[in-house]
């Protein structure tokens, strides 16, 4: 189990992250990345479902709990976006920023 975890946190929530922080994602996009996330993790086939032993809302709770440490999609399309946005009130004078600014 902890290697579908493992495998969770690196591949399948890392890989929307590009794409995470520049658009702002449909709730329902953001619900397929986790139910996708959430299937790997308790083992869920298309012939074959099952239990999951907890909510997944337990299981996206920090690590000092002693939970997993996942993260849900909606919440970290957020905070991408609010750090982009951040970046450009606070950073005037990158390349970037500037080039943002005037489109």
């Known amino acids: ?30 619900e397929e990345i986790d139910r996708s996330c959430r299937n790997f993790v308790w083992g869920h086939t298309t012939n074959f479902n099952k ?10 709770t920090s690590k000092k709990n002693g939970r997993l440490g996942l993260r849900q999609a909606s919440i ?8 982009v946005g951040w ?3 606070t ?4 390349l970037w920023v500037q080039f943002m600014c005037a489109k």
């Open 91 to 94: 950073r005037s004078n990158d």
């Open 1 to 30: 189990m902890m290697g579908r975890v493992t495998l969770t946190k690196t591949i399948n929530q890392v890989l929307p992250n590009n794409v995470m922080q520049t658009t702002v994602l449909p709730s329902s996009m953001c």
């Open 76 to 83: 970290m399309n957020q905070t991408s976006i609010i750090k």
């Open 87 to 89: 970046k450009i009130c």
């Open 51 to 60: 239990v999951h032993w907890r909510k997944w809302d337990s299981l996206c």
